[in-house]
């Protein structure tokens, strides 16, 4: 019988690597001036969503079971200010080096340390629950970071999921893949 935690482990690890490949799609196709474009004074764009995830990562999955998840050196504020001179290579190497983090430390978790406590911000969380938190947190910006990068290409953007309006041809070729398996 398998372990339902060993299980779960591989799902976040799973999950996650779709929701970093559904962002670099994204990012992808996005130039330069597309890269640092905010649609409104109050709004972010996806290098400042990328530099705060980035900080994020970095914060929560250092010392990921035996410190607290918000560093003593993390400023959060400053992830949401972009300065004169940013690079999108700069932001795009800490976004590279935080993801292999993030995933390096879910591999090296065995099925028990789901039951473990760790504090984020001084507030203790069950690993499971302090793993939960940060894949929602995850797919909330990715998700972010798709819908800007689909507004700024517009018609030129290249999907990453589903063409709209062509689920019957998608299921179809799913069922047809399916059949050659057999």
Request: no cysteine.
């Amino acid at each position: 019988m398998s372990d339902f935690r060993a299980l779960y482990i591989d799902e976040v690890f799973r999950s996650l690597r779709g929701h970093k490949r559904l962002a670099d799609g994204a990012i992808a196709q996005l130039s330069n001036e597309q890269f640092f474009a905010t649609p409104d004074p109050e709004s972010n764009s996806v290098a400042i969503i990328i530099k705060h995830l980035a900080g994020n990562m970095r914060s929560r999955f250092t010392n990921f079971l035996t410190t607290d998840g918000e560093k003593p050196d993390r400023n959060r504020d400053r992830e949401f200010v972009m300065h004169n001179g940013a690079e999108r290579e700069e932001l795009l190497t800490s976004w590279e080096q935080n993801w292999q983090l993030v995933f390096e430390t879910l591999n090296s978790l065995h099925p028990d340390d789901l039951e473990r406590t760790v504090t984020v911000r001084g507030e203790p969380h069950s690993v499971l629950q302090a793993i939960n938190r940060q894949v929602a947190h995850y797919a909330y910006h990715v998700g972010q970071i798709v819908f800007l990068a689909k507004h700024l290409q517009g018609v030129e953007w290249k999907t990453l999921s589903v063409p709209k309006g062509q689920s019957e041809q998608y299921n179809a070729e799913l069922q047809k893949q399916k059949s050659n398996l057999r």
